[in-house]
């Protein structure tokens, strides 16, 4: 595979990372909206940081993807 072509599929890859990265943070922020409106109030923090927790797990690997294509590409 030649140069540019490589690099056509390195930028795919991480505008497709990055999309599923945009996905992930509207979830997040649609789950806490609704704990906000429907969680009991002496619950909301703990389940907030529940839910926190597994956003940024979720998160890592893609973000860790990124870096690497970046690295490798030149552009990080």
Same mark, same amino acid.
């Given at each position: 595979?030649? !140069?540019?072509?490589?690099?056509?599929?390195?930028?795919?890859?991480?505008?497709?990372?990055?999309?599923?990265?945009?996905?992930?943070?509207?979830?997040?922020?649609?789950?806490?909206?609704?704990?906000?409106?429907?969680?009991?109030?002496?619950?909301?923090?703990?389940?907030?940081?529940?839910? +926190?927790?597994?956003?940024?797990? +979720?998160?890592?690997?893609?973000?860790?993807?990124?870096?690497?294509? +970046? !690295? +490798?590409?030149?552009?990080?």
């Amino acid at each position: 595979m030649d !140069k540019a072509a490589n690099d056509n599929r390195v930028t795919e890859l991480i505008w497709i990372l990055s999309t599923t990265l945009a996905n992930i943070d509207v979830e997040y922020e649609f789950e806490l909206a609704r704990i906000r409106a429907t969680a009991e109030p002496h619950l909301t923090a703990i389940i907030m940081d529940t839910v +926190r927790q597994r956003y940024v797990e +979720r998160r890592t690997h893609y973000v860790q993807q990124i870096a690497e294509l +970046r !690295k +490798r590409s030149g552009e990080g």
